[in-house]
């Protein structure tokens, strides 16, 4: 029977800051144009948030589990490849992390704007079909694209529309800088699962550039994510304490450029999260104090 701790590290816990951190920039966004913040919509745009993150770490363990993708891979527990939990519970568990979006989805819907409803649809289709269905566009090298889009620019811009139902400048250029960084978890990933993946089919980004070129985009993202901050730093320039996290992303980029081995890209995956984090909440610092 599977365990509550390893039903957590199913879920792989240190990727939930790539859900919390455009929640907090997208809330401080909205703080710094109106002065206020209606905290029931925020802590709702959170919960959502971390639910389809959650929930597509479910999918993605089951359908990489059931396809044999996952058979040698390193990293975190997979619940299903590893036998340690029945493909139909994984499958469950997604899907109930989907109804908990859904359902406080709805509810912020509903009490701001009901276009939403298709977002959040939107939402939820792309992550089950990241790696799920015939046609998984994880499969393809574009998942880094549906990173950006939705723990980017979606959870960023939506979460300070469910504040102000608009979205302020900062609350875009804020959206660049944590999901170039979220961009960044994924590829430490996939530059790690190279050799599996290519293997078993799955054709990522690095799969299909090569390495190397893998390597380049990584440190792009990074060093767009800082860029980023400085345009929120034009607009409101207490924002920039932000790039004081620069240091913590020397560990990160060092570990990507020049090893290959699992431990070490897993290390690069944990220092990126950990970058995109304290980014996130300088930022958010920045900006409600501004």
């Known amino acids: 029977m599977t365990t509550a701790a390893e039903w957590v590290a199913g879920a792989r816990p240190r990727t939930l800051g790539a859900a919390i951190s455009p929640v907090l920039v997208g809330t401080a966004a909205a703080y ?5 913040v209606i905290w029931w919509r925020a802590v709702a745009a959170l919960v959502v948030a971390l639910a389809l993150q959650i929930g597509v770490n479910y999918a993605n363990d089951y359908s990489d589990g059931v396809r044999g993708t996952d058979t040698k891979r390193a990293g975190p527990l997979r619940l299903t490849a590893s036998g340690v939990a029945a493909p139909a519970a994984v499958r469950n568990a997604a899907a109930l992390a989907f109804g908990v979006a859904a359902v406080v989805g709805l509810a912020l819907a509903v009490a701001v704007d009901l276009r939403l409803l298709l977002v959040g649809v939107v939402a939820i289709a792309a992550a089950v079909l990241y790696t799920g269905g015939p046609r998984p566009y994880g499969y393809s090298g574009l998942g880094e694209v549906a990173v950006l889009v939705f723990f980017g620019f979606v959870a960023t811009t939506g ?5 102000l139902e608009s979205v302020p400048t900062a609350a875009w250029w ?13 590829l430490a990933n996939n530059i790690r699962d190279v050799d599996t993946d290519r293997v078993a089919g799955k054709r990522s980004l690095p799969v299909r550039t090569g390495v190397a070129a893998g390597r380049g985009v990584f440190a792009g993202c990074v060093a767009g994510a800082f860029v980023a901050v400085g345009a929120v730093g034009v607009v409101h320039p207490p924002a920039l304490i932000a790039l004081a996290a620069l240091p913590l992303a020397v560990q990160p980029v060092r570990l990507v450029m020049t090893r290959r081995d699992p431990p070490s890209l897993v290390a690069a995956l944990v220092g990126t999260a950990r970058l995109e984090l304290v980014v996130a909440a300088l930022l958010s610092l920045g900006l409600i104090t501004s």
């Open 159 to 163: 979460s300070a529309y469910v504040q």
């Open 174 to 186: 804020g959206a660049v800088a944590v999901g170039l960084l979220a961009c960044a978890i994924l």
């Open 32 to 36: 710094a144009d109106a002065d206020a």
